[in-house]
T-cell receptor
Framework: AQKITQTQPGMFVQEKEAVTLDCTYD???????LFWYKQPSSGEMIFLIYQGSYDQQNATEGRYSLNFQKARKSANLVISASQLGDSAMYFC????????????FGTGTSLTVIP | ETGVTQTPRHLVMGMTNKKSLKCEQH?????MYWYKQSAKKPLELMFV???????ENNSVPSRFSPECPNSSHLFLHLHTLQPEDSALYLC??????????????FGPGTRLTVL
Protein backbone atom coordinates (compact mmCIF):
# COMPACT_ATOMS: atom_id res chain seq x y z
CA ALA A 1 0.00 0.00 0.00
CA GLN A 2 1.15 3.52 -0.66
CA LYS A 3 2.32 5.43 2.36
CA ILE A 4 1.16 8.80 1.04
CA THR A 5 -1.77 9.33 -1.32
CA GLN A 6 -2.56 12.56 -3.09
CA THR A 7 -5.66 12.03 -5.20
CA GLN A 8 -5.80 15.42 -6.93
CA PRO A 9 -3.33 15.52 -9.82
CA GLY A 10 -4.40 19.06 -10.70
CA MET A 11 -6.31 21.85 -8.98
CA PHE A 12 -7.41 25.34 -10.00
CA VAL A 13 -8.23 28.19 -7.66
CA GLN A 14 -9.21 31.79 -8.18
CA GLU A 15 -6.79 34.37 -6.87
CA LYS A 16 -7.60 35.43 -3.28
CA GLU A 17 -9.70 32.33 -2.67
CA ALA A 18 -8.80 29.48 -0.32
CA VAL A 19 -7.91 26.01 -1.57
CA THR A 20 -7.52 22.62 0.10
CA LEU A 21 -5.05 20.04 -1.16
CA ASP A 22 -5.76 16.51 0.01
CA CYS A 23 -3.33 14.06 1.55
CA THR A 24 -3.97 10.74 3.23
CA TYR A 25 -1.31 8.57 4.79
CA ASP A 26 -0.87 5.01 5.89
CA UNK A 27 1.15 3.99 8.92
CA UNK A 28 0.88 1.78 11.96
CA UNK A 29 3.60 3.70 13.78
CA UNK A 30 2.09 5.86 16.55
CA UNK A 31 4.91 8.35 16.14
CA UNK A 32 5.26 10.13 12.80
CA UNK A 33 5.67 13.51 11.21
CA LEU A 34 3.81 14.98 8.26
CA PHE A 35 5.27 17.60 5.93
CA TRP A 36 4.15 19.68 2.98
CA TYR A 37 6.50 20.97 0.33
CA LYS A 38 6.00 23.33 -2.61
CA GLN A 39 7.90 22.81 -5.85
CA PRO A 40 7.76 25.67 -8.36
CA SER A 41 8.78 25.11 -11.95
CA SER A 42 12.35 26.03 -10.99
CA GLY A 43 12.61 22.65 -9.28
CA GLU A 44 13.49 23.50 -5.69
CA MET A 45 11.38 21.80 -3.02
CA ILE A 46 10.38 24.43 -0.47
CA PHE A 47 9.36 23.31 3.02
CA LEU A 48 5.99 24.77 4.02
CA ILE A 49 4.63 23.20 7.18
CA TYR A 50 5.07 20.34 9.65
CA GLN A 51 2.61 18.42 11.83
CA GLY A 52 3.64 15.87 14.45
CA SER A 53 1.42 12.91 15.23
CA TYR A 54 1.18 13.92 18.88
CA ASP A 55 0.46 17.57 18.22
CA GLN A 56 -2.93 18.53 19.63
CA GLN A 57 -3.44 21.56 17.45
CA ASN A 58 -3.35 21.95 13.69
CA ALA A 59 -0.13 23.50 12.44
CA THR A 60 -0.24 26.95 10.87
CA GLU A 61 2.43 28.96 9.04
CA GLY A 62 1.20 32.25 7.65
CA ARG A 63 -1.30 31.50 4.88
CA TYR A 64 -0.70 27.76 5.21
CA SER A 65 -2.54 25.54 7.65
CA LEU A 66 -2.66 21.81 7.99
CA ASN A 67 -6.03 20.20 8.64
CA PHE A 68 -4.91 17.17 10.64
CA GLN A 69 -7.55 14.48 11.14
CA LYS A 70 -5.71 11.65 12.86
CA ALA A 71 -8.55 9.13 12.94
CA ARG A 72 -9.06 9.53 9.22
CA LYS A 73 -5.32 9.62 8.58
CA SER A 74 -5.58 12.77 6.58
CA ALA A 75 -3.34 15.82 6.54
CA ASN A 76 -4.82 18.30 4.10
CA LEU A 77 -3.05 21.55 3.29
CA VAL A 78 -5.16 24.68 3.27
CA ILE A 79 -3.85 27.75 1.48
CA SER A 80 -5.79 30.89 2.26
CA ALA A 81 -5.97 33.99 0.05
CA SER A 82 -4.26 32.33 -2.92
CA GLN A 83 -1.69 34.32 -4.83
CA LEU A 84 -0.38 33.87 -8.37
CA GLY A 85 2.95 32.83 -6.92
CA ASP A 86 1.28 29.85 -5.25
CA SER A 87 1.05 28.10 -8.63
CA ALA A 88 3.31 25.07 -8.23
CA MET A 89 3.42 21.37 -7.43
CA TYR A 90 2.64 20.51 -3.82
CA PHE A 91 3.92 17.37 -2.15
CA CYS A 92 2.81 15.73 1.05
CA UNK A 93 5.42 13.65 2.89
CA UNK A 94 5.70 11.54 6.00
CA UNK A 95 8.48 10.30 8.21
CA UNK A 96 7.75 7.43 10.59
CA UNK A 97 9.33 7.69 14.00
CA UNK A 98 10.66 4.18 14.09
CA UNK A 99 12.24 3.88 10.67
CA UNK A 100 14.56 6.82 10.75
CA UNK A 101 15.79 7.87 7.40
CA UNK A 102 12.89 6.99 5.11
CA UNK A 103 10.88 9.98 3.97
CA UNK A 104 7.76 9.00 1.98
CA PHE A 105 6.44 11.42 -0.64
CA GLY A 106 3.15 11.50 -2.51
CA THR A 107 2.89 11.99 -6.26
CA GLY A 108 1.98 15.63 -5.84
CA THR A 109 -0.82 18.02 -6.78
CA SER A 110 -0.36 20.69 -9.40
CA LEU A 111 -2.01 23.93 -8.28
CA THR A 112 -2.81 26.71 -10.72
CA VAL A 113 -3.97 30.07 -9.42
CA ILE A 114 -6.16 31.93 -11.89
CA PRO A 115 -6.10 35.74 -11.91
CA GLU B 1 25.35 31.43 -0.51
CA THR B 2 22.51 30.33 1.70
CA GLY B 3 20.56 27.12 2.09
CA VAL B 4 21.36 24.20 -0.17
CA THR B 5 23.08 24.73 -3.50
CA GLN B 6 23.53 22.28 -6.35
CA THR B 7 25.74 22.38 -9.42
CA PRO B 8 25.34 22.08 -12.28
CA ARG B 9 21.70 22.99 -12.69
CA HIS B 10 21.48 21.23 -16.04
CA LEU B 11 23.59 18.38 -17.41
CA VAL B 12 23.46 16.50 -20.68
CA MET B 13 25.69 13.47 -20.97
CA GLY B 14 26.23 10.45 -23.14
CA MET B 15 26.00 6.93 -21.82
CA THR B 16 29.77 6.52 -21.80
CA ASN B 17 30.55 9.79 -20.01
CA LYS B 18 31.60 10.25 -16.41
CA LYS B 19 30.27 13.28 -14.57
CA SER B 20 29.65 14.41 -11.01
CA LEU B 21 26.87 16.32 -9.32
CA LYS B 22 27.76 18.55 -6.40
CA CYS B 23 25.69 19.62 -3.43
CA GLU B 24 26.65 22.02 -0.67
CA GLN B 25 24.65 23.01 2.38
CA HIS B 26 25.21 26.17 4.39
CA UNK B 27 22.77 25.34 7.19
CA UNK B 28 25.09 23.61 9.63
CA UNK B 29 23.22 20.33 9.19
CA UNK B 30 24.62 16.87 9.83
CA UNK B 31 22.64 14.79 7.35
CA MET B 32 22.52 14.95 3.56
CA TYR B 33 20.43 13.10 1.01
CA TRP B 34 20.19 12.35 -2.70
CA TYR B 35 16.79 11.93 -4.31
CA LYS B 36 15.71 11.11 -7.86
CA GLN B 37 12.55 12.71 -9.22
CA SER B 38 11.14 11.23 -12.41
CA ALA B 39 8.01 12.44 -14.14
CA LYS B 40 4.78 11.27 -12.51
CA LYS B 41 6.56 9.21 -9.85
CA PRO B 42 7.07 9.94 -6.16
CA LEU B 43 10.48 11.14 -5.11
CA GLU B 44 12.86 8.23 -4.71
CA LEU B 45 15.35 8.35 -1.88
CA MET B 46 18.74 7.19 -3.14
CA PHE B 47 21.33 7.76 -0.41
CA VAL B 48 21.51 9.15 3.10
CA UNK B 49 24.58 10.37 4.94
CA UNK B 50 24.60 11.12 8.64
CA UNK B 51 27.76 12.73 10.00
CA UNK B 52 29.56 11.77 6.76
CA UNK B 53 28.62 8.10 7.15
CA UNK B 54 26.35 6.46 4.63
CA UNK B 55 23.31 5.13 6.46
CA GLU B 56 20.99 4.35 3.58
CA ASN B 57 21.39 2.98 0.08
CA ASN B 58 18.04 2.22 -1.44
CA SER B 59 19.16 -0.46 -3.89
CA VAL B 60 20.67 2.12 -6.18
CA PRO B 61 22.60 0.78 -9.20
CA SER B 62 26.37 0.97 -8.89
CA ARG B 63 26.58 3.40 -11.80
CA PHE B 64 25.61 5.99 -9.16
CA SER B 65 28.37 6.48 -6.61
CA PRO B 66 27.95 8.94 -3.73
CA GLU B 67 30.71 10.67 -1.82
CA CYS B 68 30.43 12.74 1.34
CA PRO B 69 33.80 14.24 2.32
CA ASN B 70 32.27 16.31 5.13
CA SER B 71 28.89 17.25 6.51
CA SER B 72 28.58 20.23 4.17
CA HIS B 73 29.36 18.59 0.85
CA LEU B 74 27.82 15.73 -1.05
CA PHE B 75 28.68 14.42 -4.49
CA LEU B 76 27.00 11.99 -6.84
CA HIS B 77 29.41 10.45 -9.33
CA LEU B 78 27.82 9.19 -12.52
CA HIS B 79 29.19 6.73 -15.04
CA THR B 80 27.78 4.59 -17.85
CA LEU B 81 24.26 5.88 -17.24
CA GLN B 82 21.18 4.77 -19.12
CA PRO B 83 18.54 6.99 -20.77
CA GLU B 84 16.07 5.99 -18.04
CA ASP B 85 18.35 7.71 -15.53
CA SER B 86 17.28 11.05 -16.98
CA ALA B 87 15.54 12.89 -14.15
CA LEU B 88 15.77 15.74 -11.69
CA TYR B 89 18.29 14.91 -8.96
CA LEU B 90 17.61 16.68 -5.72
CA CYS B 91 19.91 17.07 -2.80
CA UNK B 92 18.59 17.76 0.70
CA UNK B 93 20.00 18.30 4.16
CA UNK B 94 18.62 18.12 7.68
CA UNK B 95 19.80 18.54 11.23
CA UNK B 96 19.89 14.85 12.04
CA UNK B 97 18.57 11.97 10.00
CA UNK B 98 16.31 9.62 11.89
CA UNK B 99 14.44 12.07 14.07
CA UNK B 100 10.68 12.20 13.53
CA UNK B 101 10.57 15.99 13.48
CA UNK B 102 13.64 16.34 11.30
CA UNK B 103 12.79 18.59 8.35
CA UNK B 104 14.66 18.24 5.10
CA UNK B 105 15.67 21.30 3.12
CA PHE B 106 16.21 20.88 -0.58
CA GLY B 107 18.45 22.35 -3.21
CA PRO B 108 17.22 23.49 -6.64
CA GLY B 109 18.13 20.18 -8.28
CA THR B 110 20.17 19.13 -11.29
CA ARG B 111 18.18 18.32 -14.41
CA LEU B 112 20.03 15.38 -15.96
CA THR B 113 19.51 14.18 -19.51
CA VAL B 114 21.23 11.00 -20.66
CA LEU B 115 21.46 10.60 -24.43
Amino acid sequence: AQKITQTQPGMFVQEKEAVTLDCTYDTSDPSYGLFWYKQPSSGEMIFLIYQGSYDQQNATEGRYSLNFQKARKSANLVISASQLGDSAMYFCAMREGGTGNQFYFGTGTSLTVIP
Amino acid sequence: ETGVTQTPRHLVMGMTNKKSLKCEQHLGHNAMYWYKQSAKKPLELMFVYNFKEQTENNSVPSRFSPECPNSSHLFLHLHTLQPEDSALYLCASSVLAGEQTDTQYFGPGTRLTVL
